[in-house]
């Protein structure tokens, strides 16, 4: 169970981090860029690596829920109920 969700994290990590990567670079590419420049730091590496603990802890208590409740069930008491 906890495998199975390994995957789509990674990839959407991987490519939430290249958007935002790109978007970063697009905003900074502005007439405004001065102005954003000065409130936030786009490339700020402490920010990314914040938000990425946060998805990555979100997304285990989300996988481990299932996953305990799954461990928990009889395999063969399922089978006989079939």
């Known amino acids: 169970m906890l495998s199975e969700s390994v995957r789509p994290v990674g990839f959407g990590l991987i490519a939430g981090?290249?958007?935002a990567g790109g978007?970063?670079?697009?905003?900074?590419?502005?007439t405004a860029a001065?102005?954003?420049g000065r409130v936030v730091?786009?490339?700020?590496?402490v920010a990314y690596a914040t938000s990425l603990l946060c998805i990555v802890t979100a997304c285990a208590f989300a996988a481990v829920v299932?996953?305990?409740r799954a461990a928990r069930i009889d395999p063969i008491a399922t089978l006989r109920q079939d």
Do not use: K
């Open 66 to 68: 299932p996953a305990l």
């Open 23 to 30: 978007l970063g670079i697009v905003l900074m590419s502005t």
């Open 34 to 36: 001065s102005q954003i």
């Open 17 to 19: 981090g290249g958007l």
């Open 41 to 45: 730091h786009v490339f700020d590496p």
